[in-house]
């Protein structure tokens, strides 16, 4: 049956937007891998002009009645295809929220904050980086009170709704206060039964961390045909299910952190790699929002790469490589429970 000539247009619009919303992605990409500190103005801009664009097509005066028009054929759509209408109309709703001028401004605070923060973290001066951060705050809460406005509920609710859609800020603090009761005294239970522990260090240079990580992309199952491995100073996933990039960070201190963080965005690469390739370019194949996406990625790093079975894995690794890994330290390390500031 063919779909309503309402609805295939509504497709279209939404393929053009996930094409703007790629090319935002991997703009975010490459400011954060190669790009000059002296393009910061230009792609800020850049970053702007395409975030506009998405929402003039999402905000267009036909959109309410392709909206309409198409819910009042529903019953000539497939599952697949009322799934994707009801997404489209959460998006829209969205884009309606949010005034053009604060979603400019938003965009290139963006921009400019993450090289305040990377000269920051850097330089161990959080007092420079205050400046941009206020400045990040003070947008993110205009953004939430027009959100909440729209969506009718409180400004938190109204972010966590980008965040994790359909998810309640009562559901939300039910789940984290039986966390906040459960989890101190069993960090505390277990660090004292264990008694201290002194860690011996691993010596793994740079170029060995990379090596090892480069290897470790098949154990993850990344496909490199469709992604890539590069460094950054904070690591994260960005692109398209097709033309995924994530990013670790190598140090000789913590030569664990590079896998570990290399772990976590193999999860998201996880998610993202094996989303319907048929609704790559709809609203029904995006991702569900970062709940998910981070619960994928903490499974990876906190269960599979913090594991017995994965340590001696790495041991067999480097030893292809020539770099002998003491098991037990390993062991030990990944598998380290301590208070932290995470």
Known sequence: ???PQSYQKLETLFEEYQLHQSIISHLNWDTAVNMPPGGAHLRARQLALHAELSQKL???PDM???LDQSTSDIESLDAWQ???LREMRRLHQQALAIPPDLLNALNQQAVVSELAWRSAKQNNDFKSFVPYLTKTLELVRR?????AKALKVAPYEALMETFAPSTSLVTCESILSELEQQLPPLITAIVERRGHIDLPA????VEQQRSLCRSLLATFKFDTTRGRLDESAHPFTEGSPQDLRVTTRYSTDHPLESILSLAHECGHAAYDQRRPEAWARQPV???RGMLIHEGIALFFEMVLARSPAFAEHLCKIAADQQLKLPLETLK???MHVAPGCI
């Not at 953004?143 to 959100?147: H, I, P, V």
């Not at 691993?202 to 240079?205: A, V």
């Open 58 to 60: 999402l905000t267009q």
């Open 1 to 3: 049956m063919r779909s």
């Open 332 to 334: 030990r390390t990944l």
């Open 143 to 147: 953004k939430a009170d027009c959100l």
């Open 202 to 205: 691993l010596k793994i240079s």
């Open 82 to 84: 009322g799934a994707n």
């Open 285 to 287: 194949g995006m991702d």
């Open 64 to 66: 309410p009645s392709l």
